[in-house]
């Protein structure tokens, strides 16, 4: 890399590109939707927070009668209303994307069904609670917005305004305190007004970093308690994850089961018939006996090879004995391609994460044997923090990004590609990202649990 990329002085750099990123920060997009947002919030946050206190002190106040119960459930569906209503405000103005709330589990028809649902939702507690909260920060942040934005552009354009004071009042320019008749300070001569000019300029650009901070307040809240809880976003991720193991034991089975018909079994069928043919001719022909019998031999160490590659394809024993670094140095050795196999381990994952980084190592490998055109390639094996590294390069054609889309892999075989190989990582917590640009190589990275 030349001196010059590396300060930053060529168009096009990441420095570059930064630089004009905070030089036209004041105009951006962002910036001005981020201020709407907060301009916006404060009056909505207003009347959110007036309706929610009064109808649940209402509410609250007539629990002695049954008359208070419907009320705080309407309160609560109103609030979920209001709740809506602030999430599609953050999607358009701060690009923030939050699922709607689990809903109120209702199990019978009727009023009283739907009130006792309404009020045993936590969403809807948490909505209250956001009404609540939001309205004292929507206030400090309208307050500093307003005043940041007003005060910066102001000054910083103030010298293209400052004649309008001497020419249509009596004062010289713009005042900043006054001590007493005669004593005030005035904007008027050309230091001062560029000075301001100067503090304004700096505020301006002080400004989208001001609101970008505020409004990161905003998106906490909107998604701590205007979005699903946790404990159901996990109870979805793990029922989604079951799926996908589920789906991809199944292709597994599928596969063992057509290897074995196609392979073993077929040729145990016919070292079956060339050994009843053998037997039928041992006694009017050795010879031809003896080649059946030699045939059959062969068929015996094709089918007892064909059954040691599907066993260690499932799980082997050199990594049960002699852990990940010698059975993935065996997977490499068998590769089409020269690979370059690094593990870095301090001890070993448990047998699980072990088995399954194993299989996504030998599922890599052939793909770059069948798919990639690759004339080298490398495996990783590293331990951060409490996480399994496993990254697979080479050097081929690429284009392999796409199909570890789960969504892409939802036809025919979609359990035995990258997508398959996806959401088994996924169903222990573990993440697959590949990097794989149109001639320029891939690079696949499995992390997984480490769980030793």
């Known amino acids: 890399m030349a001196i010059g990329e590396r300060l930053g002085g060529v168009p096009g750099t990441p420095f570059a590109g930064r630089r004009r990123g905070v030089l036209g920060a004041p105009f951006a997009g962002r910036t001005w939707r981020e201020f709407g947002h907060l301009m916006i919030g404060f009056p909505l946050a207003a009347l959110y927070f007036s309706l929610t206190v009064a109808m649940l002190s209402v509410g609250a106040g007539l629990l002695v009668t049954f008359v208070g119960v419907p009320v705080l459930a309407v309160t609560l569906g109103v609030c979920r209303g209001f709740g809506t209503l602030e999430r599609t405000r953050a999607r358009l103005l701060l690009g923030l994307e939050v699922a709607a709330p689990e809903p109120a589990v209702r199990r019978r028809r009727g009023a009283a069904a739907w009130m006792g649902a309404m009020l045993k939702s936590g969403a809807n507690w948490r909505h209250a609670l956001y009404m609540i909260v939001h309205f004292p920060w929507a206030v400090f942040s309208f307050t500093v917005a307003i005043t940041f934005m007003t005060y910066g552009w102001a000054m910083a354009l103030y010298p293209a305004w400052h004649w309008v004071l001497p020419t249509f009042t009596d004062q010289p320019g713009l005042q900043l305190y006054d001590d007493g008749p005669g004593d005030g300070f005035y904007l008027d001569t050309p230091y001062r007004i560029a000075v301001a000019c100067l503090i304004g300029v700096l505020v301006v ?15 906490v809240l909107v998604a ?79 089918a007892l090879r064909e059954l040691r590659d599907l066993a260690r394809g499932i799980h082997p024993a050199v990594l049960t004995d002699r852990g990940l670094d010698a059975a993935l140095s065996a997977v490499a050795a068998r590769c089409a391609v020269p690979v370059t196999v690094r593990v870095d381990l301090p001890g070993r994952p448990a047998p699980a994460i072990e088995g399954l980084a194993y299989v996504t190592v030998v599922e890599l490998l052939e793909n770059v044997s069948r798919h990639a055109g690759a004339r ?18 080479d050097d081929g054609r690429g284009g392999a990004a796409a199909a570890a889309d789960p969504a892409a892999g939802a036809g025919p075989g979609a359990g035995t590609g990258l997508a398959g190989l996806a959401g ?12 794989s640009p149109v001639g320029g190589g891939t690079r696949v990275t499995a992390e997984l649990p480490w769980r030793g």
């Open 205 to 219: 650009f002080v400004t989208p970093w001001v609101l970008r901070a505020l409004t990161t307040v905003d998106r």
């Open 224 to 302: 701590g308690l205007l979005g699903p809880s946790r404990l159901v976003t996990r109870v979805t991720e793990l029922e989604s994850d079951r799926g996908a193991a589920a789906d991809t034991a199944a292709a597994d089975l599928r596969r063992i089961e057509r290897e074995l018909h196609d392979g073993a079994q077929a040729r145990l069928v016919n070292l079956a018939m060339d050994l009843g043919l053998a037997k039928a001719a041992l006694a009017r022909d050795p010879q031809a006996a003896a080649r059946l019998v030699d045939e059959a031999h062969g068929e015996v160490k094709i």
């Open 376 to 393: 080298s390639a490398g495996v990783d094996v590293w331990r951060a923090d409490d996480r399994l590294m496993v990254q697979v390069t």
């Open 424 to 435: 088994r990582i996924g169903a222990v917590d573990g993440v697959l990202d590949v990097r």
